[in-house]
């Protein structure tokens, strides 16, 4: 019988990161607030050509070069940044080569690391989920090739500092030290200006988050010239679609509305974690779009009734170090009033 290679073979059945859009999705992290309305000034104003024509991403690439300050040798733009980090995975892993990250923190390392066969080097970050820079330092080895970091991370909303992730870049030069900046504009310092200074660092980000596209799929990979080349000739030559090309100007030229759309975050933030102090209990000071939680062994039948009153929120419980934990993407300030109102009576009715 036909049977693919054994890493693809031996990989968990998938499951729909939706687990339903019937009710407030406060589990995706995803921007509730939508997207700027020049993106959706610009996309009315779409035409056949623009569908009807392959897409040109150098195009695109130039904009973001432009907006980081970096050179577009330096830029490939992917289908999200999932897509990102399947390129580089699959660029420096070999099969039983390691691939070093600290838990918890993006579900995606593991499972990208597992298909390609490699060595999944697991750190366990302490009771606080800071990132345990010296324990991460102290497995690296020559076997290191991919180090993986989410700054901010997820789930926890926690940022490493820039000197920390430096500190690490620079102990592994044959690794590929990525700094997954999806939340950066919540909050956090970015590794982009250190690009020029550190040849195996790349520094990812996407348009899902604060720029409210997750649907148009836009992520960026930016890192030395000389490994995006190489990146360059792995990835497919049409990989992000010609819609979001066509808008991208206008969404980064938005600015004012992701500054607008962070600093309502940061409120709604503010919120949840006062709430969660108010009801004793356990959350990290996030600096992204969502809050992490301790719930306790009642958290399934919080998540349970929260979903009555409407409102999906995630489980990380499978995340170590997570046990018993719920965590919560901040709405727009309408919808955290009655997220606010569903919580503290959904802890009421657990706890009961
Ligand atoms: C840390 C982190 N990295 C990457 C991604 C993937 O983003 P994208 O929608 O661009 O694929 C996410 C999405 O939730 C994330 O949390």
Request: aromatic share 6%.
């Amino acid at each position: 019988m036909l049977k693919p290679r054994p890493s693809i073979v031996n990989l968990g059945p998938y499951h729909s990161p939706i687990v339903s859009r019937s009710g407030l999705s406060l589990d995706l992290n995803e921007s509730m607030a939508g997207c700027s309305p020049r993106v959706l000034a610009r996309l009315r104003l779409l035409s056949a050509a623009d569908l009807s024509l392959y897409p040109e991403r150098e195009i695109g690439e130039r904009q973001i070069a432009n907006f980081l300050g970096i050179a577009p040798e330096q830029v490939l733009v992917t289908n999200g940044m999932d897509e990102a980090l399947s390129l580089l995975f699959t660029a420096y892993l070999d099969p039983g080569d390691e691939l070093l990250f600290a838990d918890p923190t993006f579900v995606m390392y593991p499972m990208l690391g597992e298909a390609l066969a490699a060595n999944v080097v697991r750190v366990r970050s302490g009771e606080d989920l800071v990132l345990p820079v010296s324990d991460l330092l102290a497995h690296i080895s020559p076997h290191t090739r991919v180090i993986a970091i989410a700054n901010p991370n997820n789930p926890t909303g926690l940022a490493a500092t820039r000197a920390d992730l430096l500190k690490i870049a620079e102990a592994a030069p044959d690794a590929a030290v990525l700094v997954d900046e999806a939340y950066f504009e919540f909050g956090g310092e970015s590794l982009i200006t250190d690009l020029a200074r550190h040849p195996n660092l790349f520094v990812a980000r996407t348009f899902s988050k604060a720029y409210g596209l997750a649907g148009l799929r836009l992520g960026v990979l930016t890192g030395a010239a000389a490994q995006i080349d190489y990146l360059r000739r792995l990835s497919l030559p049409f990989n992000v679609n010609s819609v979001v090309l066509a808008c991208l100007e206008e969404a980064l030229a938005d600015q004012p509305f992701v500054r607008e759309h962070a600093a309502q975050i940061k409120q709604g933030r503010e919120q949840l974690t006062q709430l969660f102090a108010e009801l004793r209990l356990r959350f990290w000071p996030s600096q992204t779009n969502f809050v992490l939680v301790r719930i306790g062994p009642l958290a399934k039948a919080f998540m349970e009734s929260m979903r009555r009153r409407g409102i999906l929120v995630r489980d990380s419980s499978a995340n170590p170090g997570c046990e018993g934990c719920v965590r919560v993407t901040v709405g727009t300030p309408s919808q955290m009033e009655g997220a606010l109102r569903a919580i503290r009576e959904a802890i009421a009715e657990t706890r009961r």
